[in-house]
């Protein structure tokens, strides 16, 4: 049997194939974009053609994420709350609150026992997200992969007292002609972006073990400055930004195997590997 | 088939989407329409003189843009959007409006409503926020005077034996609308959280006997009907600022949960308590729309005259209704929800949770923009919260 996760984050689509033993046969990471939420089929086939599978040889497929609906081929829709405290608790047991960072919300999960009892969201803006770094490394002329290993070089952090992206916008350039280095500025935003998602996910109560996902995660000045805010260690996985869509494919193994157990059928999807269209 | 066996529920579409067509019709052959805001405004009085009760709600649809001059942008976004729609005229038919002091921005939407909308007849009826012995007199006394101005500006007596009738017209409606929500205590309820906020708001959009017909139409075929909601894995509650338009609501049932009580505005608080007929009515009257209502705009301490302050006693006493209502629909689990800026509500949240957590019922807490735009954020927040309950 194999399970499959579909994750279509605002940003990034990811897709997992686990077999029952849990290891992964293939993992799949691709920019969502504006007109890619339709193609998430093409993804899948992606997926599918680097397991060597064909699509009903996959037990149980979820889809997660903000375009969970748009997956016309999923057995069912599950949050990316539930699904990325499943797949932070299947790398780290021991996980009580797990942070995500993506490209367009950022999410405080608290777990017990590896389930998801409380959550925390920010999605209004872009302060505190990943597209507030895409935005402000853009305003800099850095690339966004670099940013993490630049702001490490900083000596004298300056001070970024706006999260708003706009206005953030505004003190960098400022900084910037006061001649103040690069490395300071992009010290200064990895602060200001981990106190704001620090004192949110305040409200869940910080304990060990703390796990840091999604594409921010990929950074290590937001890491740094995470902990400092934290003033605890934070866990990072191996690969951040699929802990999603592997919990929603450990969440089908888990429900296939219910199901198996008691008898009962398994609720399927239609199965076509189409795109989604917004007319029913 | 179905048009035919839903023609009450129908009907209540049809108003609920336009709300004003009906009171039109009634203004054409004479009759005077009566705008109102919020449920404080004591109607039993508007009733007895034959005014049409016409209640003034926003529109989540149509974007905020001249109410921008009269109010901060940082303020109820439900009462700048009544404002808006004032200003842009759609109430311009209206020949009355009655305000009350539901917090201050509503007490402000008064002043600019009189000042930039001009509806002929404007008056607001300073309610307290306190139920003190004192403030019940008081509110006695601000009825007499709007009982005054109704009666000045029609001509007409509001006696004591037309009052009398008025109160049982709408005591009448009252029991309708509580019958109507035992339908929901089934599983799968016989009625959408959807639906009754439908309902909700036509009989708030025509004359109460005219509403009572409907209402008894509604709740007979709904009885027998066999195309209501679907078992589901979870019954909630809603508790919260005003809904009056079913894009939340619809949201959340679209997911794996009835909606099966509320206590909101446009649902049970409006309807889960009749006015006593007193001696003399406007006592009843009084008491009912201070005292009986029970919206956080009106603050009930447990004991005023306690010297030492029990917290838990305290929320047992403001807030053990709504376990009640978790006992009697057989609630999983409860969403808290608030139109952003409305103080009213979001200070009484904490210690809401509190309770809920003190009864073991989970609850969210869900702050909304009053767009329908900003809905899909919502929808991960309120499925999330199943996936835990469930």
């Not at chain 1, 998801?116 to 992969?145: H, P, W, Y």
């Not at chain 1, 930004?241 to 199901?259: D, N, P, V």
């Not at chain 2, 030492?308 to 009697?328: C, G, H, I, P, V």
């Amino acid at each position: 049997m194999y399970f499959a996760g579909i994750d279509l984050g605002s940003t990034m689509t990811k897709v997992v194939i686990i077999g029952e033993d849990e290891q992964v046969c293939a993992s799949i990471i691709r920019h969502t974009g504006a007109e890619h939420r339709r193609l998430a089929n093409k993804v899948m086939e992606e997926a599918l053609e680097q397991a060597g599978l064909p699509i009903d040889e996959i037990s149980y497929l979820i889809a997660t994420g903000y375009g969970r609906i748009n997956v016309p081929f999923a057995d069912r829709q599950v949050t990316e709350l539930t699904c990325h405290a499943r797949g932070v608790a299947s790398f780290f047991p021991g996980v009580s609150l797990a942070i995500d960072i993506g490209g367009q919300d950022a999410k405080g999960l608290k777990v017990r026992d590896g389930k998801l009892i409380d959550f925390v969201m920010s999605d209004k803006c872009a302060a505190g997200t990943g597209r507030f770094l895409e935005v402000l490394s853009a305003t800099l002329g850095l690339r966004l992969e670099d940013l993490g290993d630049i702001s490490l070089k900083s000596r004298n952090r300056v001070s970024i007292s706006s999260t708003c992206t706009i206005f953030a916008r505004q003190e960098v350039v400022n900084h910037l002609s006061d001649g103040v280095p690069l490395e300071d500025i992009v010290a200064g935003l990895h602060s200001a972006i981990a106190s704001r998602v620090a004192s949110m996910v305040r409200r869940l109560k910080v304990e060990p073990d703390v796990v840091f996902t999604g594409g921010v995660a990929k950074n290590i000045g937001v890491v740094k400055a995470l902990e400092e805010n934290l003033g605890c260690q934070v866990l990072i996985p191996e690969e951040p930004l699929l802990s999603g869509a592997i919990g929603a494919a450990l969440l089908g193994k888990e429900l296939t195997l219910k199901a198996l157990a008691e008898g009962e059928p398994i609720q399927r999807g239609k199965r076509r590997l189409e795109e989604a269209t917004f007319f029913k | 088939m179905v048009a035919e066996t839903n023609q009450g529920l129908t009907r209540v579409r049809e108003i609920y989407q336009d709300g004003p067509r009906r009171v039109k019709e009634l203004q054409a052959q004479g009759n005077k329409i009566f705008g109102y805001l919020c449920i404080y405004p004591v109607l039993e009085f508007l009733t007895a003189l034959d005014l049409v009760p016409y209640r003034i709600f926003g529109d989540m649809r149509e974007p905020i843009t001249r109410a921008d001059n009269f109010m901060p942008t940082v303020v109820c976004p439900f009462l700048r959007s009544c404002l808006d729609l004032g200003l842009k005229g759609r109430y311009e038919f209206l020949d009355g409006i009655v305000t009350t002091h539901i917090c201050d921005v509503g007490a402000s939407l008064h002043s600019s409503w009189d000042y930039a909308v001009r509806t002929p007849f404007a008056y607001h009826i300073d309610t307290p926020h306190t139920v003190h012995e004192t403030s019940r007199e008081h509110h006695r006394g601000l009825l007499d005077g709007f009982k005054k101005a109704l009666e000045s500006y029609t001509g007409k007596e509001i006696t004591p034996e037309r009052l009398r009738e008025a109160i049982k017209v709408h005591n009448r409606q009252r029991a309708l609308m509580r019958e109507l929500y035992d339908l929901r205590k089934l599983d799968p309820p016989l009625v959408s959280g959807g639906e009754t906020i439908q309902v909700a708001k036509a009989l708030m959009s025509l004359p109460v006997e005219e509403g009572n017909k409907l209402l008894e139409e509604v709740i007979s075929e709904v009885r027998e009907r066999e195309d209501g909601p679907q078992k589901k894995s979870a019954r909630l509650l809603v508790w919260g600022s005003i809904l009056d338009d079913t894009a939340l609501t619809e949201m959340i049932e679209d997911l794996d949960a009835n909606i099966v009580m509320d206590d909101t505005c446009v649902g049970s608080r409006a309807y889960f308590s009749d006015v006593e007929l007193t001696d003399d009515p406007i006592d009843g009257l009084a008491h009912h729309y201070l005292v009986d209502i029970k919206c956080p705009r009106t603050f009930r301490a447990g004991d005023f005259n306690a010297t030492t302050k029990d917290y838990m006693a305290d929320l047992e006493s403001r807030f053990s209704y709504l376990a009640d209502y978790a006992r009697d629909w057989k609630v999983d689990g409860v969403i808290l929800e608030s139109v952003r800026y409305c103080d009213t509500h979001g200070y009484e949240v904490p210690q809401l949770r509190d309770y809920f957590n003190s009864i073991g019922l989970p609850s969210i807490y869900l702050e909304h923009d009053y767009t329908e735009g900003a809905l899909a954020p919502l929808r991960t927040r309120a499925q999330g919260f199943l996936e835990i309950i469930g």
